[in-house]
C-alpha cells in the first residue's frame, strides 16, 4: 500500500491543528499538540487519548505506535505545525482527557502562575513528590501550553490536572490548607508537618497569593534563606516546599 504523505500546508486538517498552538483553539477543540519522542512516548505508554500521531516522513523510531492513527507530512508541514526552532521529527495531536478521581492525599493549588516554564516546571515537581492533584486557576498560564507542556515533561499524563478558582479550590478542601507567604507566615522547619491531606498553595511570581486566598489558609509558612537574596523563583520555592511537605 502507498504511504500518503500531506506535503501542502494549506490542507485542512493541518490548518485546524495549527490553531492548536493557540489558547482559543486548544480550547474550541479540547484537543492539544504535544511534540518529541520523549512526550508522544509517554502518552502512549500511560494510555493517554491519542487522536492521531503526526510523523515526518524519513522520521526513524522504535516507538509501538500500530494500534493509533498516523499521519505522515513533509518536512516543511511538520515545521508548520511545530512550536520549536528544530522540529523533532514526531508529534501527536491528543483529546483533552476527562478529570480523574481527586486523590487528596497531598493537592498542589496554583494561583495565578503567569509564566509557562514555572507553571509546567511546578507540574513535573508535583509528580516527582506525590502531589497527584494540581488545580490550577482560570488566570493562570494555559497549562496546555506547548512550553508548559515542554517543561512538566510528560507529568501532564501522570496526573490529575483540573483549572478551578482558588476559592472553590480551598473552600471544598477538607484537610490543612498551607499557603505561602513572605510576611506573617511561619518558617517551616518550625512547625510538625500536619498529619493527613494537605493542600499546599503558590501564588503569581510577583504578587504572591492574594488576601483573599491567604485568609482561607490554616498555615502561611516560608522558607528560611540565610543569605542575601529577598525571594525565590516560585518554582524552585515550590520545590523545596513540595519536598518537604511530601507524603
Known amino acids: ?14 490548518k485546524n491543528y495549527r490553531k492548536l498552538h493557540t489558547a482559543k483553539g486548544r480550547r474550541k ?17 500511560y494510555n493517554q487519548p491519542v487522536d492521531t500521531i503526526i510523523i515526518e516522513d524519513g522520521f526513524k523510531h522504535d516507538l509501538n ?68 492533584t494540581v ?12 512550553k508548559v507542556l515542554r517543561s512538566a515533561q510528560g507529568s501532564h499524563f501522570h496526573l490529575n490536572i ?3 478558582s482558588a476559592a472553590e479550590a480551598a ?22 508537618k500536619p498529619d493527613g491531606d494537605i493542600m499546599l498553595v503558590l501564588g503569581n511570581e510577583g504578587q504572591g497569593l492574594t488576601d483573599e486566598t491567604l485568609n482561607l489558609m490554616d498555615i502561611n509558612a516560608k522558607i528560611a534563606m540565610p543569605g542575601s537574596s529577598e525571594s525565590l523563583n516560585v518554582a524552585i520555592a515550590g520545590a523545596i516546599m513540595m519536598h518537604h511537605f511530601k507524603s
Open 1 to 14: 500500500m502507498v504511504k500518503e504523505v500531506i506535503s501542502s500546508k494549506d490542507n485542512t486538517r493541518i
Open 29 to 45: 477543540s479540547g484537543q492539544f499538540l504535544i511534540e518529541g519522542v520523549h512526550l508522544v512516548e509517554e502518552a502512549v505508554n
Open 65 to 132: 505506535i500500530e494500534k493509533f492513527k498516523t499521519l505522515y507530512v513533509s518536512p516543511d508541514v511538520m515545521k508548520s505545525l511545530s512550536t520549536l526552532e528544530t522540529p523533532p521529527g514526531i508529534a501527536a495531536v491528543m483529546n483533552q482527557k476527562s478529570p480523574g478521581k481527586l486523590d487528596f492525599n497531598r493537592v498542589l493549588l496554583l494561583e495565578n502562575i503567569q509564566d509557562p516554564g514555572n507553571l509546567g516546571t511546578l507540574i513535573r515537581t508535583a509528580d516527582a513528590f506525590g502531589f497527584k
Open 135 to 146: 488545580l490550577i486557576t482560570p488566570e493562570s498560564a494555559d497549562p496546555y501550553n506547548p
Open 162 to 164: 483540573l483549572q478551578r
Open 171 to 192: 473552600e471544598s478542601f477538607k484537610g490543612i490548607k498551607i499557603g505561602t507567604s513572605l510576611n506573617d507566615a511561619v518558617y517551616i522547619d518550625d512547625f510538625n
